[in-house]
Every structure is written in C-alpha cells, then in structure tokens.
C-alpha cells in the first residue's frame, strides 16, 4: 500500500539496549522527519533528512542517530535505550522544506523502555 | 526559539456548536500548520497557510501575521470532530516545526 509506514507499532525494550525504528514512504518524497510526543511536551523533532545522505539534527537529538541511505527509508536508533527516551515517535515525510508542503505522518511507534 | 501557545488546552462542546481554537507564536513565521491527532494517535494535516485564510469543508483556519495569531474555527461541530487540535509553526530561525502542546476537544452529542 502507498503511503508512510512505521514499524514495529509497539515495543518495548530494557535500559541499554540498541533498538531502530523504521520509517518507509512509498511517495518519493525528499523530506524525511522523525518526532518524539511526550506528554507535557507535545511533539519534538529529533532529526530530519531533506535527501538521502543529508540528515540534521532537531531540537532534541541526544541518543538518536539516523541515515538515510535510500530516499524512501529513515531509520532511527536509540543506541543505548534509557527510560527517558520512553514515548511515542512518529515519522513524517514532505516533498520539500518544512516550511513550504504540508508534512504526511505516520502512524506512530509506541516505545516503552524499562 | 518559537514559543507556540495554544488556548485552550481542554474544551468540551455540545453538538453543533461553533468552535474556536486559538494558536500564538512569539517570532515571525514562514507558515503555521494545523494538526488533529485522534485518540488512535494518528496525526492528519488540516491546514498550512502563511497569510489570510483557508477553509475546508466545515473547517476554517486564519493567521494574522501581523498580531502572530491563528485560530482554528469548527462549525455545526459534531462529535467525530473529537480530536486533538496542534499548532505547528515553521521559520522564525528555527530548524523544524516547532509544535504546541495541543487542544483536547470533545464534542458530546
């Protein structure tokens, strides 16, 4: 099916564990986000890609990494998973800058770290 | 860095009401997004406007770009609009939209 797509939907992991997220767009689209919502929060951006092998970092990076090898695909890692990074992460994806197209979300990863 | 303020953070109406959302932003913009997210989690893309107005079938958005201010109005509200209502802005030096922290409404019938 067309579209943006998230996976696993739900996972939950130890403290200091590496985990990836998957984010996969069937679209073409150049730009490629990843966003934290916490409650009290609200929504974060953690890092973002506007091609494949450019990515940059949002305004709460520490303890994500990204690629973006191919244009279609954005994965994030948490290289070693604490409970603060318990949440829920959403991936978007925008034919070009964020301030110009309207942003297309995924469904959401629900993270829980213990 | 953008402050985005949204009022109010919690509404309950009845069916049919008109409703209003408001959403302000501290440094000038290049565009404000409006979001609603259902209690399933997934986001949808309302509105992106930098000037004026937009309006989609009962949904209308406008942004004052002199006063930094945009509401979201909602008419002949029904309950399926229940949703989380999120201001998003982009520009004014920052990498990223920067969000508020949403409205929660709920439209009883």
């Known amino acids: 099916d067309a579209g943006i797509t998230q996976s696993p939907r739900y996972k939950i992991t130890e403290t200091g564990r590496q985990v990836t997220l998957m984010c996969h767009q069937t679209?073409?689209?150049?730009?490629m986000f990843w966003y934290r919502q916490d409650l009290g929060h609200g929504l974060r951006l953690i890092y973002y890609s506007a091609a494949a092998d450019i990515t940059d970092k949002g305004e709460v990076p520490d303890g994500y990494v990204v690629s973006r090898s191919k244009t279609e695909n954005f994965p994030l890692t948490l290289e070693s998973a604490t409970r603060s990074q318990t949440s829920v992460y959403f991936c978007a994806s925008s034919t070009r800058g964020m301030s110009s197209y309207e942003q297309y979300f995924g469904p959401g990863t629900r993270l829980t770290v213990t | 860095k953008n402050e985005v303020e949204q009022s109010p953070q919690n509404l309950t109406a009845q069916e049919g009401e008109f409703i209003t959302i408001n959403c302000s932003y501290s440094v000038g913009i290049s565009a404000l997004h409006w979001l609603q997210q259902h209690p399933g989690g997934g986001i949808v893309s309302l509105f992106m406007l930098s000037s004026g107005k937009k309006k989609h079938g009962r949904l209308i958005a406008t942004i004052n770009i002199q006063e930094k201010h945009s509401s979201l109005h909602i008419t002949a509200s029904h309950p399926r609009d229940s949703a989380v209502y999120i201001c998003a802005v982009t520009g004014g030096g920052a990498d990223g939209l920067t969000f508020g922290k949403g409205t929660h409404l709920i439209i009883q019938p």
């Open positions: 679209w073409s689209h150049s730009y």
